[in-house]
T-cell receptor
């Protein structure tokens, strides 16, 4: 079984500042890793995913994440945030070769202010 | 090229009634997943289905909840005799080859009064 911990429930940041949303996971097997964004009253949109290969993954909207196997982390970063990035961000994992169930963290609420 | 379509978007039921939530996956996707999101919580996996088969229902409550994905038509999540604790947002996701790259619908927000 896997578990996902998002260390910050809320992250306030000023517009154009950099941001890092932290995600740690635990698993006894190899995993795939994902970040999703949820805008108010909307579904989840995939930002990026790590399946294999390069540990630095680039996603949509200028976000990127780095898979660190030794630290079991998959932190999400953006060098300069916009007001429109205000949303809930979820980290998720699934077992390699299981193909299905995503285990989600509890989410981090990113609030970008002018 | 429609994404995952869920309906209704909002559903209000009285305690004891039945709730039926529908999910039409992305065209060509044969894998469907249902998740539940309680207030202030992340999403919890409920069930994974392929056409006409339940692959994993380890996240489904043992009673009152059922899911199907028939050969024709949408996937249905059914909750019988709803209780206030069933109030939540229910999300459906679909993919063509397992969870890598699942696309989510906008959810059905169930309120039990």
């Amino acid at each position: 079984a896997q578990s996902v911990t998002q260390l910050d429930s809320q992250v306030p940041v000023f517009e154009e500042a950099p941001v890092e949303l932290r995600c740690n996971y635990s698993s006894s097997v190899s995993v795939y890793l994902f970040w999703y964004v949820q805008y108010p009253n909307q579904g989840l949109q995939l930002l990026l995913k790590y399946l294999s290969g390069s540990t630095l993954v680039k996603g949509i909207n200028g976000f990127e994440a780095e898979f660190n196997k030794s630290q079991t982390s998959f932190h999400l970063r953006k060098p300069s945030v916009h007001i429109s990035d205000t949303a809930e961000y979820f980290c998720a994992v699934s077992e390699v070769n299981s193909g299905y169930a995503l285990n989600f963290g509890k989410g981090t609420s990113l609030l970008v202010t002018p | 090229n429609a994404g995952v379509m869920q309906n209704p978007r909002h559903l209000v039921r009285r305690r004891g009634q039945e709730a039926r939530l529908r999910c039409s996956p992305v065209k060509g996707h044969s894998h469907v997943y249902w998740y539940r999101q309680l207030p202030e919580e992340g999403l919890k996996f409920m069930v994974y289905l392929q056409k006409e088969n339940i692959i994993d229902e380890s996240g489904m409550p043992k009673e009152r909840f059922s899911a199907e994905f028939p050969k024709e038509g949408p996937s249905i999540l059914r909750i019988q005799q709803v209780v206030r604790g069933d109030s939540a947002a229910y999300f459906c996701a679909s993919s063509s080859r397992g969870a890598d790259g699942a696309f989510f619908g906008q959810g059905t927000r169930l309120t039990v009064v």
